[in-house]
């Protein structure tokens, strides 16, 4: 099966250098890895599922890793999968886990002990903006009718998310109700464990929004299932044009997540270079584009010190946003 494939892909190379387009960078169907495992720490129908799924997918159909696995784990806010893949080390040399903001977020409220500098930094890889979605029988169209619904009854206004209280979805929420001109504090916000279980508190009526991301809100829109009612893009998205950005609606604030991956402390270097090659090539194949078109993602690749540089600025903004916004 993957002769198969990467004799597919050396065809498919061969015709689009004849055609002067440039020949891909895996043309030769080079692997970088025989595995991956992707430690997850949430539950199915998370960003950080969707990203760790949508990645070996990628990397796998691309042919730079041969086979990929996944595990979930869920609780403590994503502090039971640090810790795992702290206290196991030795043993986990072959998992990369997924992480996004919340690492930085979750470290400086305290929720776990831990924080990036305790892992070995991989890479970077996308964004993910914010987006705020109602129920798809729900009579609320726009921020405007939510904003309309908070002003009238703000404790029986709730938003949900799938992050603990304090954590990204809920930072979102705030952020987005301060730009309004509201009481951040004064949001009711309710915690859910992962998307999944948000999204059957908004269908049930539990909770009159969800804050989430982009790419989870687009997955339940073209399901049919929510409205998305505000972006936090500056511009329109070409994986939902429909979708009205905050700024339109005149609320004057932008956001985006960043997604990436972990390995273990005291990660070989070898093995953490053969993991930065993967994620590195993987950029220039069509798996990966058709991944990221699908789910709205935006390409941020930032690895090893790059990464670290990003990180330690995401922390000393959060932390003054945080702090601006009573979190801290």
Do not use: C
């Not at 997955?219 to 972006?231: M, P, R, S, T």
């Not at 220039?284 to 078109?293: G, Q, S």
Request: net charge negative; charged share 20%; no cysteine.
């Amino acid at each position: 099966m993957t002769t198969l494939k990467l004799g597919r892909r050396a065809l498919m190379a061969a015709a689009v250098a004849a055609f002067g387009f440039g020949t891909p960078a895996l043309a030769d169907g080079h692997q970088v890895l025989d595995s991956v495992h992707f430690l997850i720490p949430g539950g199915a129908g998370g960003g950080w599922d969707g990203t760790a799924r949508g990645t070996g997918e990628a990397l796998t159909g691309a042919g730079l890793v041969g086979t990929a696995s996944f595990e979930n784990m869920s609780g403590g806010g994503g502090g039971k999968a640090i810790g795992y893949l702290i206290e196991n080390a030795e043993s986990n040399h072959g998992t990369l886990m997924v992480n996004s903001t919340p690492i930085v977020i979750r470290s400086l409220t305290g929720v776990f002990p831990h924080n990036f500098r305790d892992l070995t930094l991989v890479a970077g890889t996308i964004g993910d903006y914010a987006a705020i979605v109602v129920g798809k029988d729900s009579e609320l169209n726009s921020m405007a009718d939510l904003l309309a619904a908070f002003d009238a009854d703000p404790s029986g206004t709730a938003v949900g998310g799938g992050s603990v209280p304090g954590g990204m979805d809920h930072l979102v929420a705030a952020m987005v109700m301060e730009a309004a001109g509201k009481d951040a504090l004064a949001v009711k916000y309710i915690p859910y464990d992962a998307g999944g279980k948000a999204m059957a508190a908004l269908l049930s009526g539990e909770i009159a929004a969800l804050s989430t991301g982009f790419s989870e809100a687009v997955d339940l829109a073209n399901a049919g299932e929510v409205k998305i009612i505000g972006v936090t893009s500056a511009e329109r998205v070409d994986a939902a044009p429909d979708a009205m950005t905050m700024k339109e609606q005149g609320i004057d604030t932008t956001f985006v997540n960043w997604r990436g991956f972990f390995g273990a402390p005291g990660l070989p270097a070898d093995k953490l270079a053969m993991y930065q090659d993967a994620i590195a090539k993987m950029y220039d194949t069509p798996e990966w584009e058709a991944v990221r078109a699908r789910n709205g993602w935006v390409n941020i690749h930032n690895s090893g010190d790059d990464f670290k540089t990003f990180l330690e600025g995401q922390e000393q903004v959060i932390g003054d946003l945080m702090k601006k916004l009573g979190f801290l």
